[in-house]
Each structure stands twice: as C-alpha cells, then as structure tokens.
Antibody
Framework: EVQLVESGGGVIQPGGSLRLSCAAS????????MSWFRQAPGKGLEWVSN???????HYADSVKGRFTTSRDISKNTLSLQMNSLRAEDTAVYYC?????????????WGQGTLVTVSS | DIQLTQSPSFLSASVGDRVTITCRAS??????LAWYHQKPGKAPKLLIY???TLQSGVPSRFSGSGSGTEFTLTISSLQPEDFATYYC?????????FGQGTKLEI
C-alpha cells in the first residue's frame, strides 16, 4: 500500500528557511516522478514542483530560485528545501506521486504539513 | 500559462440529484484534464484523469467528458459522501494549474 507522510512544517519568520520531508512506503521514491503541491488557508490548490526519475526538476514561478526538491535514496524520502520564505508561502504542503504511464496523473497524496510564515 | 475556470463556484444540491460541473481552459489542452475532490481538512483525491478515465476505486456515478477547452464532470446520483469541493487540473503543460474549485453543498 502506498503511503506518504509529510513532516517538517511549523511557524517560521519571513526570510527564514524550512525543510519539509515526505516519507514514502509501498514504493521507491527514486523510481517514480514525485511532486509537491500546496494550499493556502481557505484557498485552492497550487502545483509547486516536480522531480523526475532522472533528477530533473520543474518549479512554479512563485517558488523558482527559492525552493529546491530533492530525494534521499537511502531513506526513501522526498524533500522540499524552502528558503527566503514569504508570508504568501503559508500553506499546507502535500507530497504527491506522479504517474506517467499513459497520461500523467497525480495519484497518491500525503496528508499534508502546515507551514506558517509569520513574524 | 494555461488558466482553468470552473463553473459554478458554488452548487447546492440534494442526495440523488444529477449534477454537472464545467471546466474551461484558456487554450486547448487536448484531453489532458483531471478532476479531484477534497473534503475539509483532507488531501485531494483523484477521481478522473485523461478527461474521462475513472481512477481505480472511484464509483461509476462519476463521469467526465470534453476535449480541447471545455470539460465536464457529472455525478449521476449524489451520495452524502460526495459533498465536497471539486477541482479540475490541466496536465498539458507546466505549470499544472487547477481551476478555482466548485463547492458542492447540501
């Protein structure tokens, strides 16, 4: 059974850094495309980043140059390093699997971790 | 960027009703559209991908159609567990934007 468990959220001051982790079970992170999404309180869903099996990454313009997605093969985890955080980065962050056989689809979602950027 | 506009934004319905939600894309996206629903405090759940393919385990009362720029999600007979917020998402090109959501209320 596929399971994704995010951690690392919390309250951080503007300009600060935070690293989110996503522990995966039931599959191998490095053998799959993986993604991060976020949802600001009371708002809609926003795609943040994708990482391919090759290690190539893609980012939303809103986070490009500030956020970095990576994988830890030994721990079977996905990470999101967030730097220069802004108030508008406040959101629940979701780790998601991206299935690419046939049409791409974001299949399995973690429960999310809340990041609050506030002084 | 490809923008998605859902209508309506809010929808009131009753158990047993047939409801349809529309998603319009700012440019053609072939059939690269997915639908999700989300309940308060929970993660989104994939319902349909490639416009009309039902995700494994999703009840057959859900169906999707469309192509190009106009797409619909239909629930043939609403069940109590279907009251949620529904989102469409395009996966034609980056960024993989969502529509603004449709809140389906009793």
């Amino acid at each position: 059974e596929v399971q994704l468990v995010e951690s690392g959220g919390g309250v951080i001051q503007p300009g600060g850094s935070l690293r989110l982790s996503c522990a995966a079970s039931g599959f191998t992170v490095s053998s799959n495309y993986m993604s991060w999404f976020r949802q600001a309180p009371g708002k809609g869903l926003e795609w943040v980043s994708n990482i391919y099996t090759s290690g190539d990454t893609h980012y939303a313009d809103s986070v490009k140059g500030r956020f970095t997605t990576s994988r830890d093969i030994s721990k079977n985890t996905l990470s999101l390093q967030m730097n220069s955080l802004r108030a508008e980065d406040t959101a629940v962050y979701y780790c998601v699997t991206l299935k690419t056989s046939g049409t791409w689809r974001y299949e399995y979602w973690g429960q999310g971790t809340l990041v609050t950027v506030s002084s | 960027d490809i923008q998605l506009t859902q209508s309506p934004s809010f929808l009131s319905a009753s158990v047993g009703d047939r409801v349809t939600i529309t998603c319009r894309a700012s440019q053609g996206i072939d059939k690269f559209l997915a639908w999700y629903h989300q309940k308060p405090g929970k993660a989104p759940k994939l319902l349909i991908y490639e416009t009309s393919t039902l995700q494994s385990g999703v009840p057959s009362r859900f169906s999707g159609s469309g192509s190009g720029t106009e797409f619909t999600l239909t629930i043939s007979s609403l069940q109590p567990e279907d009251f949620a917020t529904y989102y469409c998402q395009q996966v034609k090109s980056y960024p993989h934007h969502f529509g603004q959501g449709t809140k389906l209320e009793i």
